[in-house]
Each structure stands twice: as C-alpha cells, then as structure tokens.
Nanobody
Framework: QLQFVESGGGLVQPGGSLRLSCSVS?????????????LAWFRRAPEMDHEGITC????????YLIDSVQGRFSVSRDNAKNTGYLQMNNLKPEDAGIYYC?????????????????????WGPGTEVSVST
C-alpha cells in the first residue's frame, strides 16, 4: 500500500491561497506509482473526525469535491513527479485544520457527496493549514 507525505501548509489570511503537495513515501506493490490509485484529500479540524473533501479518480481523471469547497479547491496530480496537489483558493477560517492525502477504496461524486471516502492504510503526518487575520 502506498504511504504519503503531505506538505505546503501554513498560515494565511482569509481569502488567501495555498497549494498542498502529496508525495509517495513508500510503496510495496505499485512501484511507487501514484497514477494507479484514486487519490483523496481529507482534513481534520480541531476536535473533529477526518472529513473527506475531494478525490481524483485515476481511471477517468475526474475529480469530485464536497459542496463547501466547490469553486475554491481543485485537486490535480503530476504523474511524472509522482505527486498530487490540492490547490486551495479563497480560504476561509472554517477551512483550517490538518490536511492529509491518501489513496482510497472508491472515488466518485456519490462517494464524496455522501461522506463515504475511506482511506487505505495509515494516515501520513499531515500538513497544518491555519486561516486567520
């Protein structure tokens, strides 16, 4: 199973932008290739459970986002660099939290909308996003 390392978090003001990166740290079966998995991003606000916010389906290339980040966040991947990205624009205080990437069992619009994104394997270290004036 793939393991990931997230980076790119930081402190921004409301309305600001960040781009998070997701790199493969270790793999036993897919020769470290991110392109063979559905990649998702989760966030965990203080005292809350992990929330799946977006995923990218590796078969059709489509991405899906929860309503609260539609039009502000976008997910992408660079297969040559074996890295995934989460571009976050117009950040709001409620976007604050620790962000994680993971491969998931299934990625579709329904899975995301119904809160059914499920990570495969352990969480990585995450990267913290703070949104404050």
């Amino acid at each position: 199973q793939l393991q990931f390392v997230e980076s790119g978090g930081g402190l921004v003001q409301p309305g600001g932008s960040l781009r998070l990166s997701c790199s493969v740290s270790r793999d036993r079966f897919f020769q470290d290739r991110l392109e063979y998995v559905d990649l998702a991003w989760f966030r965990r606000a203080p005292e809350m459970d992990h929330e799946g916010i977006t995923c990218m389906n590796h078969m059709n290339g489509n991405s899906y986002l929860i309503d609260s980040v539609q039009g502000r966040f976008s997910v992408s991947r660079d297969n040559a660099k074996n890295t995934g990205y989460l571009q976050m624009n117009n950040l709001k205080p409620e976007d604050a939290g620790i962000y994680y990437c993971a491969s998931v069992f299934s990625c579709s619009g329904a899975v995301v909308a119904e809160g059914r994104l499920r990570p495969i394997g352990r969480w990585g270290p995450g990267t913290e996003v703070s949104v404050s004036t």
